[in-house]
């Protein structure tokens, strides 16, 4: 059994430059969440899916940012025109009634963007 | 609105003391989840409790015990005789109507040997 997966871990870019991240859920979990977390600070919220539909987004999802689920599997993330302000941990977890919505989380991918 | 706070942003104890994590939470929805994380150095949050409003029966698991009381909105962490291994950010968290987590600043433990 396997955890909550995301590649890559680590990503340094240069501002300006499109990023992707993936993010691949516990099997058989058919919500899945991105979280942000900054320095210093808890993880904020920033879009949940269950299953291929993307039900809530944040307002701190701007336009640069896009997420998908397109099989209801693994999702993406991307950030189109990086800025130096989108460099933060990027968490992604999921959950199922099989364990009451209690998310689990993955290692997150850490973006620095220069 | 939905918000958590963690006072305490640093602590420091000595192996073997016993230390308590606050934790207060601010909803207007009746049916809420309390919860606690812990981010070790390596960065994954690790999944430790969650409650729910209409359970304040304190928990314990081990040398971690709970505290919720919903007259002070507070949701209570104490480790029982730490170790140089519970060093780590705790995160209290939230989940109202919403499907979201709402976190807490986090309070960074170190437990020193």
């Known amino acids: 059994d396997t955890g909550v997966s995301q590649d890559p871990r680590h990503k340094i870019t240069k501002r300006g430059q499109n990023v992707t991240f993936r993010c691949d859920p516990i099997?058989?979990?058919?919500?899945l969440y991105w979280y942000r977390q900054t320095l210093g600070q808890g993880p904020e919220f920033l879009t949940y899916?269950?299953?291929?539909?993307?039900?809530?987004k944040s307002r701190l999802l701007s336009d640069r940012f896009s997420a998908e689920r397109p099989k209801g599997s693994f999702s993406t993330l991307e950030i189109q025109r990086t800025e130096q302000g989108d460099s933060a941990m990027y968490l992604c977890?999921?959950?199922?009634?099989?364990?009451?919505?209690?998310?689990?989380f993955g290692p997150g991918t850490r973006l620095t963007v220069t | 609105a939905q918000k958590v706070t963690q006072a305490q942003t640093e602590i420091s104890v000595v192996e073997k003391e016993d230390v308590t994590l606050d934790c207060v939470y601010e909803?207007?929805?009746?049916?809420?989840?309390l919860f606690w994380y812990k981010q070790p150095p390596s960065g994954e949050l690790v999944f430790l409790i969650r409650r729910n409003s209409f359970d304040e029966q304190n928990e314990i698991s081990g040398r971690y015990s709970w505290n919720f009381q919903k007259s002070t909105s507070s949701f209570n962490f104490t480790i029982t005789a730490s170790q140089v291994v519970d060093s780590a950010v705790y995160f209290c968290a939230l989940e109202g109507g919403s499907e979201k987590l709402v976190f807490g600043k986090g309070t960074k433990l170190t437990v020193n040997p």
């Open positions: 977890a999921s959950s199922s009634a099989l364990v009451s919505y209690e998310q689990y």
């Open positions: 899916f269950q299953n291929e539909a993307q039900l809530e």
């Open positions: 909803t207007r929805d009746t049916t809420y989840y």
């Open positions: 099997s058989e979990h058919n919500r």
